[in-house]
């Protein structure tokens, strides 16, 4: 909160230097704008591009940087008995303490008089940083003041300049995406690797058996826990399957209904209701699920004999369904529409009733599109995680049968990660390399996906 | 400016002009009467009457917007597609109204087919292509009987010596000149007595248009056809009758070679001359 | 169709017919059939249609009839004693220290005691007795003494919330008709409530604590303000980020970037982002923002820009196709005029792309509030009492909230979790309400 008031700060001394440097670029043109090479306001812009980029990269690089400083004066500064031969995990734990006993919380060493003065120290330190932060980065706005303001003259060509930067700007910009998926990629890998330093490659993707509870204690007894994810794998595509069986029909029979018979007045009103469908949480439908859909389906297998899991693979795999209901039509009502009047016509022309044209013409046409949506489609479920973690079990079965429950890659990852975690133990990692493999499978995915799309539009375009 | 009384365009009247005995005989196989056509609020096709004899070509030609092929649509009532038109008047296939309520629109349309402007081939074989129609009308009986459809339709679309050797091979991937062969076997294939034919040669080259043209006057003996065309040299070279449509109304119609040596309409000599169209 | 059909394939029958009905346009027997085919096909259509509203409907309507009770709360009237003894037992001036440490739950256990002496003896049955009421019912009782410390040594009628259960049992989710072992309140209890309510001392009212607390054990005092601001300021950082940047990248990439690889590199990849499942952006977040830069876990900060990552290409692609709409004739007039390219841009097209991009982000950001599973993996999803402050606090989000409470064993907070969802859907409607109005009154035809 601090640093959003700095930001604000910063922001608003842009903003006056903005007026002065418009002022100032008037007067060194005599009092008016005329001899000016620019518009005034774009030295007012000049000016305030010297004093918020160099002030506000320098608080983001100082922000980044100060806590590994402070932290490593803190750590130095507690007794040598206290640091030495720590694990790199003991070290993140002791440290933790400390900050947590300088924000006031209740740590479990919080009466170890070393650990109190490191806290004091911790939060000595943050304060003067904080302070010298703000110092040096109105310091260095102003310096960017002084010489915007030494280089206005009237021949300044000020409109060029800030142009250029803004064009910089821009194309940082769209860089974040870039960065982002680049982001992704080297922080799985980089985990993975880590993991399969822990575990082989073969026994995590071939392996029959995953329990990845690691033992506390090193010589506890199956301290080593199994990574084997033929199960996730198997349960994912078991919900996926069920998913797209539920989905599949559903979606596709409602975008012909919508593209080819419904009349606009039904669109208007139908339209809508697939796009609440699509626009309602995941978390809501897991909360559908698990309380509503999964005791349904228990006593509906329970009044026939069936012994039906309360958290089986089916109760969550149609309520996903559901969810990637509104998902399928959308798409494949595009793709229908895309199909050309002419094919219709035709049909038509030959006497085939609306239903034969759709079957025999429509629907081929638009295959292509159509298998399109429907790989998007099992895209969206295989990465789907909240009605998994909600309605789907955590144990991993090695099992096809739909009324039994199995878990999934993504309440795997979720599970793994929620709650408390030791740094770089493999029940950690193997997370990650749980998310490399689904990034990779739904990237792969809507890679072809998307491909088969454009060239299924460009065809009929 | 001297109206010239002779057209100065050289349009040569290669169809057959169908003989005495034949005048004698002509059979109305289509009939309109009083035919408006409305889009909307806008009143596309006024009062039109039309005779179609059968085993005769009927070209219907005018300026682009004129309606002929609102009209060609109204006689196997593809306008139905459209929701906003609304077709007034009687039209009738051998006397029975095509717009009577009871009437069936798809039994209508395997007796009046139609080739449309673009080549429209399925994205299937071309065997399926041609088989698409016989199966849905249940027209034949058995692989054999579809085969020997197949076969026959070709050839009399001048397409089988083409692409015997490759009917399991998609429609789509042949020449503009060949779908638009494909897409009129296609509409024979299904046996109709009309065939609906919508300016077929407008995309394709003057090399492939000959080759339809041949098409076109050799299936006359079979079929009675109605083709739209910009072209006026086309409409001479093909049909017995032309009737000549502009701005929503039927103008003139009559025996093709007496419409272009000596139109009795100013506006019909004003587009056969070249001086509008 | 049989005429048709007894005609020799490709022989014609084009032949003159000698009678003119020779062949009648009459329906045939195969195609009844075609067209019994095709009524089977539009009601499948239609029926799939139906499906999919019905179980909106089924959906929604399992939510509000679990959830709409939650608005209310039963409480009981306790005539409570603020004995001096209890409060100030050294007697002497009032120390406020001591006010604010003094057992006020025995004053509540005092009153029911009084009330139901036959309890009074057995243990068990004691615990039941005490159990009526919310375990946190000291806190009013304190906050009224610390407010006016002259009520001490007087006696008043205190309005106290009902327990969970006994709340439960009011609303008629148990029904007391059931074998005692088949239900959470005892006879006992039942009994006790009836007495209380036969004196007209237990009403409902409208459950306030619900929309001003943060979370808590105790379902009764479990409220989603906590919740809501968190997604507030979680939802600030993320539109603080992603609009600037979505709009500076659509603008780039629309009106300025040359066609190259990278440009088109740029623009697979956003395509491919926006179907990144949004766990993977948690992941994301957790190795990058809190382990490598060391930002703080639960945070609403690293939250947001989470969901800003995530919203970035949703953004991105809706600024894109408003910039496109943007009839080319307008920028082409700008030029004419001597202006640069980047004032064409902020001069003309992007006020005019404006609704558009506005349209696009509040759909970003709808999706970005119902977001659940990649604040899972920063943390948010603590148990977290305290409204959070700042964008550094500690903080969970509504989706998170439900999420926790669908997790919560107690009946009661099926209530809660369902109404939770219904605040939530409400915010929902609401954005996406407004982005329609918004496409909807600047709908520019061109
Ligand atoms: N589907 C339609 N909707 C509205 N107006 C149409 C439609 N089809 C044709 N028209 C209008 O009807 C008139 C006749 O069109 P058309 O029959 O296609 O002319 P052409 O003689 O060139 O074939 C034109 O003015 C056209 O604008
Ligand atoms: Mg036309």
């Not at chain 2, 409409?235 to 007496?258: I, Y």
């Not at chain 3, 604010?100 to 005691?113: E, M, P």
């Not at chain 3, 009074?120 to 615990?127: L, M």
């Amino acid at each position: 909160m601090q640093t959003f008031i700095v930001v604000l700060a910063l922001l608003g001394f842009a903003a006056v230097g903005y007026t002065m440097g418009r002022a100032r670029s008037i007067m060194t043109a005599g009092g008016t704008p005329k001899g000016l090479h620019s518009l005034p306001s774009y030295y007012g812009a000049y000016t305030a591009m010297w004093i918020g980029l160099p002030s506000l990269l320098l608080l983001a690089a100082w922000l980044i940087v100060q806590p590994q400083i402070v932290d490593g004066l803190v750590m130095g500064g507690l007794p040598s008995a206290m640091t030495e031969g720590l694990s790199s995990s003991e070290y993140g734990l002791l440290l933790n303490d400390i900050r947590n006993v300088a924000t006031g919380n209740i740590s479990s060493r919080g009466d170890d008089p070393a650990i109190t003065a490191a806290a004091a120290r911790l939060s000595g330190l943050h304060d003067t940083g904080f302070i010298l932060m703000i110092v040096a980065a109105f310091g260095i706005g102003a310096g960017g003041l002084a010489v915007a303001r030494s280089r206005i003259s009237p021949t300044l060509r000020a409109r060029n300049t800030v142009e250029k930067v803004i064009n910089v700007i821009l194309i940082v910009s769209s860089l974040i995406a870039i960065l982002t998926t680049v982001g992704i990629v080297l922080s799985l890998l980089f985990e993975s690797f880590l993991f399969f330093t822990h575990v082989p490659f073969y026994e995590f993707v071939f392996g029959l058996n995953w329990s990845p509870q690691t033992a506390l204690r090193a010589d506890q007894v199956g301290s080593s826990g199994a990574f084997g994810a033929i199960p996730l794998f198997v349960g994912t595509l078991l919900i996926t399957f069920i998913a797209m069986m539920v989905a599949a029909p559903i979606g596709l029979l409602s975008a012909i209904y919508m593209a080819e018979y419904a009349d606009p007045r039904f669109r208007a009103f139908a339209k809508p209701m697939l796009e609440v469908l699509a626009g309602i949480p995941t978390v809501v439908y897991g909360f559908f699920a698990a309380l509503t859909v999964a005791p349904a389906f228990r006593n509906a297998g329970e009044s026939i004999g069936l012994d039906v899991s309360s958290e089986s693979a089916l109760a969550a795999g149609v309520v996903m369904g559901i969810m990637i209901i509104p998902f399928v039509s959308s798409l494949s009502d595009d793709v229908i529409n895309a199909v050309p009047q002419s094919l219709r016509d035709g049909s038509y022309g030959l006497g085939a009733t609306k239903s034969e044209t759709i079957r025999s013409v429509v629907v081929p046409a638009a295959l292509p599109g159509i298998v399109g949506a429907l790989l998007l489609a099992i895209s969206r479920a295989i990465g789907e995680t909240m009605i998994v973690v909600m309605a789907a079990g955590l144990a991993a079965n090695l099992t096809v049968n739909p009324l039994e429950a199995v878990t999934t890659v993504t309440v795997q990852i979720v599970t793994l990660l929620v709650g408390d975690q030791e740094f770089d133990s493999a029940k950690t990692l193997s997370a990650f390399a749980l998310g490399l493999v689904l990034f990779f499978i739904t990237l792969a995915l809507n890679v072809i996906a998307l491909s088969v799309v454009r060239k299924y539009r460009e065809k009929y375009d | 400016m001297t109206e010239p009384s002779t057209p100065t365009r050289d349009v040569t009247v290669a169809a057959k002009p169908p003989g005495p005995e034949q005048l004698a005989n002509r059979y109305t196989k289509v009939q309109s009467r009083d035919v408006n056509v409305y889009y909307g609020e806008k009143h596309a096709l006024k009062h039109v009457d039309l005779d179609v004899y059968e085993n005769e070509v009927t070209a219907l030609i005018g300026p682009s917007g004129c309606g002929k092929s609102t009209f060609l649509r109204c006689l196997n009532r593809m306008n139905d597609v459209i929701d906003i038109c609304r077709v007034t008047g009687r039209i009738s296939l051998d006397d029975h109204d095509i717009y009577d309520p009871s009437l069936d629109v798809v039994q209508l349309r395997a007796r009046v087919g139609m080739v449309f402007q673009k080549p429209n081939p399925f994205p299937k074989s071309i065997y399926d292509n041609i088989a698409y129609g016989p199966r849905i009308h249940g027209i034949a009986h058995g692989k054999a009987e579809l085969d020997e459809i197949v076969q026959k339709s070709l050839e009399r679309a001048g397409l089988w010596k083409e692409v015997s050797d490759r009917l399991d091979q998609p429609g789509t991937g042949l020449s503009g000149g060949q779908q638009q062969r494909l897409c009129i076997a296609r509409a024979i294939a299904v046996n109709p007595e009309v065939i609906l034919m919508d300016e077929p040669c407008s995309a394709l080259d003057p090399i492939a248009t000959a080759r339809i043209e041949e098409l076109i006057d050799e299936l006359r003996e079979n079929f009675t056809i109605v083709i739209v065309t910009h072209s006026m040299q086309q409409a001479a070279r093909v049909s017995q009758r032309t009737a000549f449509f502009h701005l929503g109304d039927l103008v003139e119609v009559g025996e093709t070679e007496a419409i272009f040596t000596n139109p009795e309409d100013s506006r019909t000599q004003g587009y056969i001359t070249g001086r509008f169209g | 169709m049989t005429d048709a059909t007894s005609f020799p394939p490709g022989t014609g029958s084009g032949g003159r017919p000698t009678d003119p009905a020779r062949r009648p346009l009459v329906v045939s027997p195969h195609l009844a059939r075609r067209y019994a085919r095709e009524r089977r096909f539009r009601l499948l259509g239609l029926a799939s249609v139906a499906t999919a509203g019905l179980i909106l409907l089924i959906l929604l309507g399992s939510i509000v009839s679990k959830g709409y009770s939650a608005f209310w709360q039963y409480n009981v009237d306790l005539t409570i004693e603020f004995s001096a003894e209890e409060l100030n037992p050294d007697g002497g001036p009032v120390d406020m220290e001591t006010l604010r440490r003094a057992n006020y739950l025995a004053l509540v256990r005092d009153s029911l005691k009084r009330e139901f002496p036959d309890a009074a003896g057995d243990r068990s049955e004691r615990r039941k007795l005490y159990g009526l009421v919310s375990p946190n019912a000291d806190i009013v009782l304190r906050s009224m003494v610390l407010e006016d410390p002259g009520l001490i040594g007087t006696t008043q009628t205190v309005t106290i919330k009902l327990s969970d259960d006994m709340d439960t049992f009011a609303k008629g989710y148990i029904d007391r008709n059931l074998p005692e072992g088949d239900r959470r309140v005892t006879d006992l209890e039942i009994g006790w409530f009836d007495h209380l309510n036969s004196e007209g001392r237990i009403h409902a009212a409208f459950n306030v604590d619900f929309f001003t607390q943060g979370d808590s054990r105790e379902p009764e005092e479990a409220g989603i303000y906590g919740a809501l601001i968190g997604s507030i300021l979680t939802l600030m950082v993320t539109l603080l980020v992603s609009f600037p940047i979505g709009v500076m990248a659509a603008v780039y990439l629309e009106e300025f970037a040359p066609k190259n690889r990278l440009t088109d590199l740029i623009e697979v990849n956003i395509n491919n982002l926006a179907a990144v499942p949004s766990i993977v952006f948690g992941l994301l977040g957790l190795a990058v923002f809190l382990n490598f830069f060391g930002l703080p876990r639960s945070a609403p900060l690293v939250g947001g820009l989470v969901l800003a990552l995530m919203t970035l290409p949703t953004i991105i692609i809706a600024s894109r196709s408003a910039l496109k709409a943007v009839p080319p004739s307008i920028r082409e007039a700008a030029l004419g005029l001597g202006a640069s390219p980047l004032q064409v841009v902020t001069h003309h097209v992007l006020p005019l792309a404006m609704p558009g991009i506005l349209t696009g982000t509040i759909i970003g950001m709808a999706q970005a509030l119902g977001e659940t599973a990649p604040l899972l993996m920063i943390g948010m999803v603590a148990f977290i009492v305290d409204i959070p402050q700042s964008f550094t606090d500690p903080a969970t989000v509504l989706p998170v909230q439900v999420y926790i409470w669908a997790d919560s064993p107690e009946r009661a907070f099926v209530e809660k979790t369902s109404a939770a969802i219904m605040v939530l859907l409400g915010f929902l409607v609401l954005m996406n309400a407004i982005a329609v109005l918004l496409r909807k009154r600047f709908e520019r035809r061109w």
